[in-house]
């Protein structure tokens, strides 16, 4: 099995969140999600389009530290999300994502996970 390549990567973040969207469209997004107990759908696509804008922020601003994760774990208030609202923000920020790394570049500042837990940042080509 070959490899998928960095750009390729970068186009399934926003073919696969298209792929997504369109098989939720029209769906209802109160609709529990049995796999997340206590989730319904529009939480479940909350989540994933807090993901993208998460990593993107990692990225786009070189964090070194910890980025607060309450738009990806704390779902209390979207309850009741409108599909005409969150289909649209979960395709711009699967977009905004891909564009953030592909300017940040594969061979830039990444993170490494050393044996004591605490993220390191090396940097270069194969870092």
Do not use: K
Request: contains cysteine; proline residues 7%; glycine residues 10%.
């Amino acid at each position: 099995m070959t490899s998928l390549t960095f750009d390729r990567y970068c186009d399934a973040i926003v073919s696969q969140t298209e792929r997504l969207t369109a098989h939720v469209r029209g769906a209802d997004m109160t609709s529990p999600v049995l796999s997340c107990p206590g989730w319904n759908l529009g939480r479940l696509l909350r989540h994933v389009g807090g993901d993208h804008r998460w990593a993107e922020e990692i990225v786009r601003t070189r964090a070194t530290g910890p980025i607060p994760d309450d738009g990806v774990n704390d779902l209390t208030p979207y309850t009741h999300e409108h599909e005409d609202f969150l289909l649209p923000w979960l395709t711009e920020g699967a977009a905004r994502l891909s564009a953030t790394l592909r300017a940040a570049s594969p061979t830039r500042r990444r993170g490494t996970r050393p044996t004591n837990g605490r993220r390191r940042w090396r940097s270069g080509p194969g870092a």
